[in-house]
């Protein structure tokens, strides 16, 4: 049985190129449906192969799921995870009948995502411009990037310094499906990754052909993890609401950029969304923002 997950999640990376964060989450959460049908005895013991699984344990498995107070979106995901299997082990032949064939995927209500205001925006990035250090240096450049790009946080600490081009204005990076795109970037990121490249990131290296652009202490590269640490400092700093992440400055330069003025595609373009309606989203956010937030005509909001 684990090596048809295994096949499944090879197919997840080399045929659909989902990114190694979904897919280890996928990874995750078939574990879990593995171990509950090893725990689980039918009639003829212990499931031990997939053909003994049918529609009764998967429901079963998914009434289990709702009993352990997951909230929605966890057992929407876990859900889809194993629809998803039982599709590609049906495709591949593995087993004659899908028993999640009709087993309708949790629906997950859309909720508004959390936004800085373009005040509290400034705020947290006038934090790391307080010290002069190079790994104030490093975070100051990070966060103006992320809110000028919208970047997700992978890309971001995946980022090589060849992958900016500060004389023009742009910076170059692979989104999930290994999909490129190329984002301009305004004046202040480029000013503070130009101090940061010039004068911070030569006394953090400690290898001149280390091509990753954001490092840490130790001279490696930054990870998912440091960063949200990094970010959960300054918003600590700027008494900002402790539910800050990574995904709020994203979530903050798209709201932004719609009121605005930017037209839905542009954003979605820019944000690296496969469909329209994720960006739609952003479209839901109260019109009385727009008028209590831009008449104010703020700069780094246009």
């Known amino acids: 049985m684990e090596e048809g997950i295994a096949n499944f999640l090879d197919y997840l990376q080399v045929e659909r190129q989902f990114s190694a964060n979904t897919i280890a989450a996928y990874k995750n959460d078939l ?3 593995l171990s509950f049908l090893r725990d689980r005895a039918t009639g003829s013991g212990p499931v ?6 049918d529609r009764p344990l998967v429901l079963s498995y998914i009434l289990s799921l709702k009993e352990r107070d997951y909230p929605q979106a966890t057992v929407a995901r876990k859900v889809a995870a194993v629809r998803s299997l039982f599709k590609f082990l049906h495709g591949e032949g593995i087993m004659p009948e899908n028993p999640a064939q009709g087993i309708s995927s949790e629906r997950v209500p859309k909720t508004l995502p959390m936004y800085l205001t373009p005040q509290e925006v400034d705020e947290l990035l006038e934090q790391p411009a307080r010290r002069s250090t190079p790994e104030a240096k490093r975070d100051k450049a990070m966060l103006e990037l992320l809110y000028a790009t919208g970047m997700r946080v992978t890309e971001l600490v995946s980022l090589n310094v060849a992958d900016v081009e500060l004389q023009v204005g742009y910076v170059r990076c692979v989104g999930k499906g290994s999909k490129e795109r190329v984002i301009p970037i305004y004046d202040h990121a480029v000013q503070a990754l130009e101090e940061y490249i010039s004068e911070g990131r030569p006394q953090i290296t400690h290898d001149s052909e280390d091509k990753a652009l954001f490092l840490n202490r130790r001279g490696k590269r930054l990870t998912r993890q440091g960063f949200w640490l990094i970010l959960k400092n300054y918003a600590r700093q700027a008494n900002l609401e402790t539910g800050i992440t990574p995904h709020t ?6 709201t932004h950029m719609l009121h605005g003025g930017a037209d839905l595609r542009s954003v979605q373009e820019l944000l690296g969304h496969a469909n329209i309606s994720t960006t739609q989203i952003y479209t839901h956010i109260p019109d009385d923002y727009l008028h209590r937030e831009y008449e104010k005509a703020h700069p780094r909001a246009k």
């Open 31 to 33: 574990r879990q449906f």
């Open 48 to 53: 031990q192969a997939w053909s003994g699984v």
């Open 249 to 254: 400055l994203r979530h903050s330069f798209a």
